[in-house]
């Protein structure tokens, strides 16, 4: 295990082990897009974490773990001071992985799992004896673990190239009238890109976008407003329906009692 500071460098691959471990915590921290040939469990003890990939953008909420698969680019922006340990997986030797990007829930067994796990000895011996049990029982607790609903399939078309993902998209008729695309169109091209319709996106969008911004602190009003809902009330009943908790539940379940 390797605590890192901002300005290392730090590749997995080299060492040759099946299972690597390293912490850090870090402020308004950009990796750049990068990749490596072992998979990534990312897991944030507190604050968010953005993941842009090729075509998704994630959203790492605190106490949630990321799976990223090996050699897929991606990009991890980290707004506020944020307390995180990564998990380095070789796929060849470590089975019984996803094979596409996923979001988990933490429970506490899973929380202490991948601390242990994260601040073990590079040499540690993942073949045999307590490491490797430890390494089973996080395998177990990973597939169990319930998915969370924080990815957002990106449109690639060159006509929606210049949309931002940091405001709330416009509605259809607006985009529409901006990239200069029938409704039809858009429609058409969100569906095949993304699986969803234009309202379904844009609603995930808000999803995401409200998780990062009640993570960094901001109060459900200010989220409320932000995210164009007429009201506190309107915002809580969304956000209850796409997720099932209320905001502030959503973000303090299984958070620790430190």
């Not at 790492?60 to 990321?66: D, G, I, S």
């Not at 091209?189 to 969008?205: A, K, N, P, S, V």
């Amino acid at each position: 295990m390797a605590w890192l500071q901002a300005d290392d460098v730090f590749s997995p691959d080299v060492l040759g082990q099946p299972v690597v471990g390293i912490a850090a915590d870090l402020r308004h921290h950009d990796s750049g897009v990068h990749q490596h040939h072992m998979g990534q469990l990312l897991f944030a003890q507190r604050g968010c974490i953005r993941i842009t990939l090729t075509n998704q953008l994630c959203m790492l909420p605190p106490t949630r773990v990321a799976w990223i698969p090996p050699s897929a680019p991606h990009r991890a922006e980290m707004m506020e001071t944020v307390d995180y340990r990564s998990i380095y997986l070789d796929t060849k030797q470590v089975g019984g992985l996803p094979e596409s990007v996923q979001v988990l829930e933490v429970t506490p067994l899973l929380r202490a799992i991948l601390e242990r796990i994260a601040l073990s000895r590079f040499d540690t011996d993942w073949q045999g004896g307590p490491a490797a049990h430890l390494l089973a029982v996080c395998l177990d607790e990973i597939h169990a673990a319930r998915r969370e609903p924080t990815l957002l399939p990106l449109p690639m078309d060159s006509r929606l190239a210049r949309m931002s993902l940091h405001e709330l998209p416009p509605p259809l008729a607006i985009l529409a009238t901006q990239v200069g695309a029938s409704e039809r169109t858009i429609g058409r091209i969100f569906r095949r890109e993304t699986g969803l319709g234009y309202q379904q996106w844009r609603q995930q969008w808000r999803l995401i976008k409200a998780i990062e911004l009640l993570a960094r602190g901001a109060r459900t009003t200010g989220v409320a407003s932000v995210l164009g809902f007429t009201s506190d009330s309107a915002f809580i009943a969304f956000f209850r329906k796409m997720t099932g908790f209320s905001p502030r539940a959503y973000l303090t379940r299984h958070e620790s009692s430190e």
